[in-house]
């Protein structure tokens, strides 16, 4: 005899996005990992990063993460979650012109 057991699944995760079709905790997250990534810019440029790999760091470790698979879930988010990431990457902008990196 074989005896199945089932679980009721709570909260299904595939590529960031729920069994709600919600990406606002994908963005909240991301956001949230990321923002220290900005902190970890200042560091750098404090310790003599030149201008063009602060760039390059900026998109390699902010901007990619931060829109990694956009095109799957932009249309499920939020006008809310759209102004969190508009947010974000105006902060980011701030940083960069802070230390005198202009983004490309």
């Known amino acids: 005899m074989v005896l199945v057991v ?6 299904l995760k595939i590529r960031g996005v ?3 079709l919600s990406v606002s905790d994908r963005v909240r997250h991301v956001i949230a990992s990321r923002a220290s990534m900005l902190h970890v810019l200042r560091v750098l ?7 063009a790999a602060l760039n ?7 901007i ?3 829109l990694y698979g956009a095109s799957a ?5 939020t006008a809310a979650d759209r102004q969190r990431i508009d947010a974000f990457i105006r902060r980011g902008i701030e ?3 802070e230390m005198g990196t202009e983004v490309a």
């Open 18 to 20: 729920t069994n709600k």
């Open 64 to 66: 990619s993460r931060l």
């Open 73 to 77: 879930w932009w249309g499920f988010t």
């Open 95 to 97: 940083v960069c012109a």
């Open 6 to 11: 089932c679980r009721l699944l709570k909260k």
């Open 45 to 51: 440029h404090c310790h003599g990063m030149n201008d």
């Open 56 to 62: 390059t760091v900026y998109h390699a470790v902010v």
